[in-house]
């Protein structure tokens, strides 16, 4: 199959951007059909590059250059390299972590691909057409990059593809047959669940910024909003926090941050956790804490929802300074990708202004290395935070 650019829109290729919009599409092979690897040219035919066709705005994701035209080779090539550089940054045997990232999309030059290991388990989640129609490919390679050390291989990408092709599959077991697992994060033991859990088990992008609590935590009274499994409640209770309370409006989420507190700290009466709204609880509650740590869901998911979701994170950073003591801290955080960090800072900024506090910033924080940005893709930039110094 071959897609045809229009005259003059070969330039995104050029600035090895990953994403060919439908608007610069001269022609295309009318028996094209959604996912398709089809071939790249210019209007004088030159081969470009090589890709997954879409129907959409972002028409063609870019996965090979003009001299790969065989999507194995890609998919072999891309796949080792990300083994490789996580080798590098120290993920691959790491005793203390063995829950990582191993591809994040454009990040690995495998758009519309995540796949997440949990010790001996990969997680692949796949958000587009083309990347699940190569499924059966992509875990043959997988398997043999482990070694065969692999014991489950879960596919889970039924919630994040498009509604008419989600229909004719569902999520199921390539490899083994286990539905959880106790994993390690800097020490620390979470049981993960990716049949039944958020994304594709647990937040992993947020290892780095659960870690950087132990050094503001000691002695001090935490409120975790938005906790899930409670990977923040632990960081906060293994650095000697003198309380911690953990919210979430989902039981699921409270009985599983039960489980994990329970596990790292049997005897632990430090902690409480509560089935309720954080706004509500945030309103209702009279209790102040030192130290607060706001992440919550994606507010926003399209541009035309944007306003709304900055509106929703004023109000709930507003609420949180206000339930903060003097010199008290919040760790607060945006995962919509269509708040891009200046428009973040800017709302937390307002926020504040609101509550008329003096305020500094201590970190800018953002995701990890194993949720690489590539140079050519700012899109991939989606997680954002601050750690905050309110007075």
Known sequence: MEIVLKKGREDVLSRNH???FSGAIAKSDPKIVDGDFVKIVDFRGNTLAFGHFHFGSIAIRILGKKDQPVLTDIFHEKLKSAFEYRK???FIDNSSTNCFRLIHGE????SGLIIDIYDTVAVIQCHTVGMHRSIDLIINILDNLFEGK???IYDKSRESLPDLYAKQI???FFKGNEESKWVVENGLKL???WVTGQKTGFFLDQRDNRNLINKYAKDKKVLNTFCYSGGFSLFALNSGAELVHSIDVSAKAIELCKKNIAANFPDNTNHAEYEADVMTWLKDNKQIYDLIVVDPPAFAKSIDKRHNAVQAYKRLNMLAIQSLAKNGIIFTFSCSQVV????????IVAAAIETKRNIRVLHFLNQPPDHPINI????GSYLKGLVIYVE
């Open 18 to 20: 990953q994403w060919v």
């Open 88 to 90: 590098q940054t120290n």
């Open 107 to 110: 990040g690995d030059g495998l």
């Open 150 to 152: 692999l014991t489950t």
């Open 170 to 172: 569902n999520n199921q």
């Open 191 to 193: 049981e993960v669940n």
């Open 340 to 347: 891009d960090k200046q428009l973040f800072y800017d709302t």
């Open 376 to 379: 050519y893709h700012p899109e």
